[in-house]
């Protein structure tokens, strides 16, 4: 299985910015859709932003839209998530995953919906 790789995760206050980013294998990488999910303790899984492969199109949980931005770099095969304005409740373990499908036109959200995952990075937020 075709591993990401997540880094930038920390522990910030409320209110303060943060960015993490996920690389994977370029072969990964090429056409696929990214995401960000994530998991707070006790909690499912769930998603938080996506992008299309070509980042034309993007896609937010209700809970961080406004507040969160992903992107990516296709030249460096980096999807990026920069979070602003965080809440204690945005704590969580922050996963990216790339899509079983390629070239597909609107971001996927259901976990079922994507084949590559990273090992996740914490991202803690203090009040």
């Known amino acids: 299985q075709v591993q990401l790789v997540e880094s930038g995760g920390g522990l910030v206050h409320a209110g303060d910015s943060l960015s993490v980013s996920c690389t994977a294998p370029?072969?990964?990488?090429?056409?696929?859709?990214m995401a960000w999910f994530r998991q707070a303790p006790g909690k499912e899984r769930e998603f938080v932003a996506g992008?299309?492969?070509?980042?034309?199109?993007?896609a937010y949980a209700g809970t961080v839209r406004g507040r969160f931005t992903i992107s990516r770099d296709n030249a460096k095969n980096t999807v990026y998530l920069q979070m602003n304005s965080l809440k204690p409740e945005d704590t969580a373990v922050y996963y990216c995953?790339?899509?079983?499908?390629?070239?597909?036109?609107?971001?996927?959200?259901?976990?079922?919906?994507?084949?590559?995952w990273g090992q996740g990075t914490q991202v803690a937020v203090s009040s």
């Open positions: 370029a072969r990964t990488f090429s056409g696929c859709a």
């Open positions: 995953a790339a899509s079983i499908a390629r070239w597909a036109t609107e971001p996927y959200r259901t976990p079922s919906d994507f084949s590559s």
């Open positions: 992008i299309t492969w070509d980042g034309g199109r993007a």
